[in-house]
């Protein structure tokens, strides 16, 4: 493998497992919510959700276009619906960022939620755990692995850690602007 793919990818996994820390820290602070601790990782990840969704957004956009265009890895039918449900999002959250209004996130979690199911699919579908559905159009097989670390980070992996960090920063912005 190239060796600026090889790092990307390296990078790509470790801010994966970032994301998927993140996602459990902000699911235990919602669930224990009126400990002290709780409170302040909500207050944090609440706080920044806007800024960090849209670079959550820009890095996938980024990522995605990497792989594509750079490494020359073929998108399968399920990466491009992810990518269609990801793409929007850099303008929606930079237009929320330069208008300074959070609302954004309200509608930008759908988009997350449905990429996420999208990925968790994916993610399944290459760990041979769902059957594959008929797929006539696809060029790649939607089963293929171009990236394979730590024994479970795949591109469908990374992009899951992706959306549902997305989700829950959005739940943590909602949360703190109840509390506000």
Sequence with gaps: MDPIVEFASQAGALLAIAAQIASVAIVLALIFKNANLGKRVILFFGTWALSLSFLIALGALAASLFYSEYAG??????????????????????????????????????????????????????????????????????????????????????????????VCLALANRKTERQA
């Design 73 to 166: 890895f073929e998108p399968c039918t399920l990466c491009w619906y992810q990518r269609i449900f990801i793409y929007p999002q850099v303008f929606l959250l930079g237009l929320g960022l330069y208008k300074k209004d959070a609302s954004i996130l309200r509608y930008t979690i759908w988009l997350s939620v449905v990429g996420a199911i999208i990925a968790g699919y994916h993610s399944l579908l290459q760990f041979g755990f769902v059957p594959a559905l008929p797929c006539s159009a696809a060029v790649v097989s939607c089963t293929q692995r171009f990236v394979s670390l730590y024994g479970y980070i795949t591109i469908p992996v990374m992009s899951f850690a992706a959306f549902v960090l997305s």
